[in-house]
């Protein structure tokens, strides 16, 4: 079973090391669901089924999209954005993965954006959370678990 602490030292790992941030995981906070704009979201799929949703404010998702991309944070296209959000999901998504099962299966990224964003997956129930603290605000990863759908 994963924890909080493994989801949020899981994501302060892959984003230290692949972006360079200094994170901190933020035991108790009220998030602004205004300023969490844009999510990304991977499914797992196999002996244990869920998904993993990445959300943050924009200035996290350009800070990402500029060290990922080498571009203006300022300037990028949404989609350079979308990217961005797309491959930190998927990362931290699949390092999750690696702690439940060798034959699980992770889908392709999902992006979502808006403000007030509120990301659901059928049949899923939110397991564990992280907030973590980057250079450029708060970002949520988020463990769903699907449940087994029983006909009646």
Do not use: Y
């Not at 090391?17 to 205004?34: K, N």
């Amino acid at each position: 079973m994963i924890t909080t602490e493994s989801i949020g030292g899981i994501a302060e790992r892959v984003l230290t090391t692949f972006m360079g941030w200094e994170m901190q995981i933020v035991e108790s906070v009220e998030l602004d669901p205004t300023n969490m704009t844009i999510a990304g979201s991977v499914q797992i799929d196999g002996p244990w089924s869920g998904a993993v949703v990445l959300n943050c404010s924009e200035p996290v998702a350009r800070h990402a999209a500029a060290q990922i991309g080498s571009v203006d944070p300022v300037t990028e296209h949404h989609h350079t954005v979308d990217d961005a959000v797309s491959e930190l999901a998927n990362m931290i998504a699949g390092n999750l993965k690696a702690s439940l099962s060798e034959t699980s299966s992770l889908s392709l990224p999902t992006i979502a954006t808006g403000s007030n964003l509120c990301v659901r997956i059928a049949d899923s129930i939110t397991i564990d959370q992280a907030v973590l603290q980057c250079p450029k605000g708060l970002l949520t990863v988020t463990l769903l678990e699907r449940r087994a759908v029983v006909d009646v």
